[in-house]
């Protein structure tokens, strides 16, 4: 508990640059008007135990978005110091990714599985400034990667 409440409260301060840059309504976490299944999905979950499970299913195979280091080919996610580590993001979409950190914001999309595999050593907060915002240390995207991929899945893109 202690250690996701460090992570929270690491999170809180590396926003702050952002928030600086933004309206100050944009500094408080906004609630997801939701474009998507996936938002939609990620909505539930957030309002019922019983739906989490789907929604991990789902964002393992939706396309979602990797914020990166730069706009190079090989270029690696961005990550930011944190109490106990360091964080990536991931967002479920465009319009929430561009509200939070700009259209000029390097980005690379890919499936959700994909995107967890690129940062499973690290935190990853997804959607983050939003409510719903989701945390996960190393062992929550474990857990996730642990899903099995439907046979529908189309395996790992980019």
């Known amino acids: 508990m202690l250690r996701r409440t460090l992570l929270c409260l690491g999170l809180a301060l590396a926003a702050a640059p952002v928030a600086a840059q933004t309206p100050p309504a944009q500094g408080r976490l906004q609630p997801i008007r939701p474009q998507t299944a996936l938002e939609q999905a990620f909505i539930a979950a957030y309002r019922s135990e019983a739906a989490r499970p789907a929604f991990r299913e789902q964002f393992l195979e939706s396309n979602v978005l990797l914020v990166m280091e730069s706009d190079a080919r090989d270029a690696e996610?961005?990550?930011?110091?944190?109490?106990?580590?360091?964080?990536?993001?991931?967002?479920?979409?465009a319009e929430l990714l561009n509200r939070?950190?700009?259209?000029?914001?390097?980005?690379?999309?890919?499936?959700?599985?994909?995107?967890?595999?690129?940062?499973?050593?690290?935190?990853?907060?997804?959607?983050?400034?939003?409510?719903?915002?989701?945390?996960?240390?190393p062992a929550g995207i474990d857990g996730f990667l642990g899903i099995p991929a439907s046979p529908e899945a189309a395996g790992p893109s980019q």
């Open 77 to 93: 996610p961005r990550l930011t110091d944190v109490p106990g580590g360091r964080t990536a993001m991931i967002f479920t979409s």
């Open 100 to 137: 939070r950190l700009g259209p000029a914001t390097p980005r690379t999309a890919m499936n959700g599985r994909a995107a967890l595999m690129r940062v499973r050593q690290n935190h990853v907060v997804i959607n983050a400034g939003y409510e719903p915002m989701l945390v996960l240390d």
